[in-house]
Structures are given as C-alpha cells and as structure tokens.
C-alpha cells in the first residue's frame, strides 16, 4: 500500500484486517485482560471521531483490535513501503488493524493527512485520531491540536473520547513485545462541536478541541502539561518547515 492523496479512493479494511482482529480481539481480552468501559458510547454506524490521548506504540492496536465497530487510523507509510519478508510482514500487519499510510509532516503534508481523515469519515467510516499529534513520552496529557475539531466540523461527525490507562506500562519505549500490565480502555459520551462554530473559525476550532480534550483528561486521568507536545525535528528542513507553519498559521 503507498500512501493516498486527497482525491483517491482510500482502500478500505477486508479480509486481512478481519482476519487479524480475530486473532488479536481474544488475545488482548483474555490473555492481557484488557478492561474496556463505556462501549455503549460509540455509535454503530456513521462517521464518527474517535480521539484518544496517547501513551504508547501499541495505542493504534488496542483502539482497533478492540473497538466495537471497525476503526480506521493513519500511519507512516514507511510501514507499508519496506522490501522482503520485514517489509511484507509489516505491511500485513498494518492493514489488518485498519492502518491507511500517510506522509507525515508539518503543513501541506499535514493538510493531507487531515484529508485522508475527511475521506474516511465521509465514507460513514470510524477514523482514529490523537489530538496530542505524538505519543507522550512522560506520561502527562498534553495540549490538543485543532486538526480533530476541523475534521468533526468539516465532516459533521461526532466525537467519541476515549482515555487509555496503562498502554505506556504494557509497550514503554523500547519493547519489543507487549508486557502484562493494568490496562483500560475508557470510551466516553459522543461530543457534538458544532455549537462553536464553523470550521473556518479558529476560534471555533480551539474551542471544539478544548472542550474534546477535557472529556479525554477527564477519562484519562492523567495530569495536564498545559502545552503542545513535539517530537523534535528530523532535520534542518523539517525545523525549516515548521517555523513556516506555524508563521502562516499565525
């Protein structure tokens, strides 16, 4: 799979991804008891947002191993572009969690990962996302970027919260495989952001995010850094890009 642009159709999950969660859904429920609360909030059908703080690597399987409806996420298209055996494996294994490939990066490259996301939820499809942008490495819930409101007041979509607990214990960085730890899945009451606004509106899109960030803190528990989390800079091109971003975001 190579990663899609803004106008073509995006390959949706089959027999593979099927597959794969019959395998993995008993696994992560009765060997790792997984506890997962509050399924009943997430709506069966239509587009729907699912926003998620995130702690670890295994976060884009747990949400959709465990979902009680198909989910969809983006992931770096450097896991389906690799050669031989690693490379096919990979590339199996992503599609069979419902993982779509996308560039990664600031500005345009950013844009259209958001547009992947609006072709998923306009397709009645479930679309993961992590307001945070990365994964926090210290543990505390950080500021959410405004990409997850645009896409639920673009796309009219709701937002399901969801706070994970534990997920950092069961993958920390640097493990290879998953480790037997306390781990929950807290799915909020669905968050409905157009009372503020158009998705044109800064305003209103700081708002939404806020507000979705609250519900997240409030399932997560975790405590508030009260800042953006940012991996740093690949290199001096990528540093380059983000100062431009952030300058035309201004």
Do not use: C
């Not at 998923?120 to 409101?149: C, H, M, Q, W």
């Amino acid at each position: 799979m190579t990663e899609n642009t803004p106008n073509e159709p995006l390959q949706r999950p089959g027999f593979v991804y099927h597959l794969g969660r019959a395998i993995m859904f008993p696994l992560a429920k009765m060997v790792y008891r997984i506890k997962i609360e509050g399924t009943k909030n997430v709506p069966l059908e239509g587009p729907v947002i699912i926003a998620s703080n995130h702690l670890s690597f295994i976060d884009s399987i747990v949400i959709p191993v465990l979902a009680p409806r198909r989910v969809q996420f983006l992931a770096k298209s450097a896991y389906f572009e690799g050669t031989g055996v690693k490379g096919w494996f990979s590339k199996m294994f992503f599609t069979s969690i419902g993982a779509v490939g996308v560039r990664r990066g600031a500005g345009q490259a950013a844009q259209e990962a958001l547009e992947q996301g609006r072709q998923i939820l306009e397709g009645g499809n479930a679309f993961a996302i992590y307001p945070e942008g990365t994964r926090s490495l210290d543990g505390r819930l950080y500021k959410g970027r405004t990409g997850v409101a645009w896409l639920a007041l673009t796309t009219g979509a709701k937002v399901v919260p969801v706070g994970l607990i534990g997920t950092n214990k069961m993958m920390p960085v640097g493990a290879k495989i998953p480790r037997f730890a306390k781990v929950k899945i807290r799915y909020g009451e669905p968050i409905d952001v157009s009372v503020h606004g158009a998705a044109n509106s800064g305003r209103a899109r700081r708002l939404a995010t806020d507000e979705i960030m609250a519900a997240i803190h409030a399932l997560s528990e975790q405590e508030l850094a009260n800042e953006y989390n940012e991996s740093p800079p690949h290199d001096i091109i990528e540093k380059a890009k983000r100062a431009l971003w952030r300058r035309e975001r201004l």
